[in-house]
């Protein structure tokens, strides 16, 4: 299941995404009803990037869908409301067919299902008047290229992961961050209409706080030593564990601040922290943050270690997160909303 930039789809939805769709909701429908400028337009474009198989994508459109509609209403209720165009998202391996097949048969828009990587240019010129993405936008384009050289000071051995590792090789997840950011708004500031919005939810952590404080990075770092211990015990090569690294990276405000202003064609509208999303933290058993992450993580590590070892590394994972527990329980979890307009 590789996509086309040479990286996997990660298609699963899970019940934690949901209720970050829900968390974010009223910061969506606040979006629209104060920044979005109506005008009289046939065709209203909304674009939801990496929307997997559904079915959250179709909870955000629906709240988009909803909130543009309402806007209309009050803010000229004479005029005619658009037409909806929207567009799915994904990587091209992603499962579009099961997409399709759940899409709400009482929809009120013209789906089309858009395949390849936000990193790149995926819409024609001046075609999109919203854009939505949750929760993938921390899916890095390619691990870092340095973090599996043996000869570079970032060589990443024996972690699959920047926690807790040499300075250079978060340094490198970092660059690869900020270089796939300035992809994705150069891209999207060809896309979206002058006024356009970009509605934005990821994982990240507040400023200044150190990645290991950050829950979502645990969770990478306990993977790699659960790894670890299978290559001790025999059962995996070390050096499959060396080469192997998870391309995900989690922000925060400054760093997003950053790239923003450097490609200078959004302004920054709303930045907010989802505080009332439950983290897949101590709340939660060590058996169900296990399933959580073992959904987003499956592939990867099926394609790079084989099917043969998921039980038992996911086995001594759980014990790991039940071990944690303390520093987990004292762990940072956000989840970003940003909003930009485009200039
Ligand atoms: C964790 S899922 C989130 C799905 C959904 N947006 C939600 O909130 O439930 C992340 C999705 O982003 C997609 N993704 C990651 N990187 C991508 C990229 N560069 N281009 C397009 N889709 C990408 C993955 O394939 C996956 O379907």
């Not at 769709?21 to 990496?50: C, M, R, W, Y």
């Not at 300035?182 to 500031?189: G, M, P, V």
């Not at 405000?253 to 450097?262: G, S, T, W, Y």
């Not at 790991?320 to 307009?341: M, R, T, W, Y």
Request: charged share 20%.
């Amino acid at each position: 299941m590789t996509g086309g930039n040479g990286l996997k789809s990660y298609t699963k939805n899970s019940s934690y995404q949901r209720g970050v769709i829900d968390a974010a909701k009223s910061h969506i429908q606040g979006a629209i009803a104060k920044k979005l400028q109506p005008e009289n337009l046939e065709t209203f474009s909304v674009a939801d990037l990496g929307c997997s198989v559904g079915p959250n994508t179709f909870f955000a459109v629906q709240n988009i869908l909803e909130s543009v509609k309402l806007k209309y209403k009050t803010h000229e209720p004479n005029s005619k409301i658009p037409e909806f165009q929207v567009f799915f998202n994904d990587h091209s391996m992603n499962d579009f067919n099961t997409l399709f097949k759940c899409l709400p048969p009482n929809r009120e828009y013209y789906a089309s299902g858009v395949p390849g990587s936000f990193y790149s240019r995926l819409f024609l010129r001046g075609s999109l008047h919203f854009v939505h993405s949750s929760y993938s936008l921390h899916w890095l384009s390619q691990v870092p290229k340095e973090v599996t050289n043996r000869k570079s000071l970032a060589w990443n051995n024996g972690r699959i992961y920047h926690i807790h590792a040499r300075e250079e090789v978060t340094k490198a997840y970092s660059m690869q961050h900020a270089m796939d950011m300035t992809n994705f708004l150069s891209a999207r500031a060809e896309e979206v209409v002058p006024g356009g919005l970009v509605a934005i939810v990821v994982p990240a952590r507040p400023n200044g706080t150190p990645h290991a404080q950050v829950i979502f990075n645990m969770m990478f770092d306990l993977l790699g030593s659960s790894l670890m211990e299978l290559s001790k015990k025999g059962l995996i090569d070390e050096e499959r564990v060396d080469s192997f690294n998870i391309p995900a990276y989690c922000t925060c405000p400054q760093e997003l601040e950053a790239v923003i202003q450097k490609n200078g064609c959004f302004s920054i509208e709303r930045m907010k922290s989802l505080s009332t999303v439950i983290a897949p933290d101590t709340r939660h058993r060590p058996q169900d943050v296990s399933l959580s992450i073992r959904a987003i993580t499956e592939e990867l590590i099926r394609e790079q270690f084989g099917a043969e070892i998921l039980d038992e590394l996911f086995h001594l994972f759980t014990n790991k997160v039940g071990e944690a527990h303390q520093d987990i329980a004292s762990g940072i979890a956000l989840n970003l909303f940003l909003l930009l307009k485009r200039n």
